[in-house]
């Protein structure tokens, strides 16, 4: 690969992260996970109390690289239709027409995803999956790129419904946002009491732009060693006496994606084991079901691939790019 075409990635979207940083103030690293992801073309969960800046992180996301984006409150009476769209009779021509519903943006923001019920969660499988959504057996692609940002409130609060593990086993990446430090909070009514908002973000790059990045990404060298680390990390997780259920292929092939684009993000074309450790807690942990007994003493997922992480020798070559 040139080292050209990836420098011109690494500076483009050290800009956007930039733009991004510019109003979610104090989370630098939320805001990278959230562009590894969206360069790797995958999907984000947020868990996370309402109030910390999810909205402006989707918007600003949006905004940075010139894309649409939709907000979707999820409430228990919301119907999949009401994500997907819906086909409309024409009476004067005796056709049905469709109906775009939301989920055709480039970023879309489900918030509070587990309030819905688990029918109209199911809406999202394929369009997460396959960026197609299926209306009456007729398929309608999303724009690209695509990508959903899921926030989801903790689910010991009231009203809300487990996420199924095929719907989480659809996002790349989970994280949290958690609460800003004081400068940072100062900062955000800093910016509240100047009116910098959202909505004075500028694109930094165009959605053709970020098209070639994601496709650049996509084609950065892996050795063979590394493509044996990662099946081997994946694979002790199913072995692991915490865990009852073990992560699936698909965290194989998340934990690889999201490797590669760690790794054009910094401005290298090869991965690193480094970049393998950096993405593995994020990508892998919320793929885990935990066994009853380990709930009970209170061992977390995020534990569990810490062990992992520490069990499984890397192969040589720098740990940390």
Known sequence: MDMTTIETLAESMDRVADSINSVMRGKPDVVALTLTCLLAEGHLLIEDVPGLGKTSLARAVARSIGGTWNRIQFTPDLLPGDITGVSVFHQNTATFEFHPGPIFSNIVL??????????????????????????DAHSFPVPRPFMVIATQNPVEQDGTYPLPEAQLDRFLMRTSIGYPDQDAEIAILQDEHAGRSVGSIDPVVSI?????????????????????????????TRTHPAVLLGCSPRASVALLRAARARAALDGRNHVLPGDVRDVAPAALAHRLLMSNREQTRGTTPAEVIASVLSSVPAPPGGLHP
């Open 110 to 135: 489900a918030d509070e995803i587990n309030r819905a019920s688990p029918r109209t969660q199911s809406a999202l499988l394929e369009v997460m999956a396959e960026h197609t959504v299926t209306v």
């Open 208 to 236: 053709e732009e970020f098209e070639r990045f994601v496709a650049t990404a996509a084609s950065v060298h892996v050795a063979d060693p590394l493509f044996q680390y990662v099946v081997q990390l994946v694979a002790a």
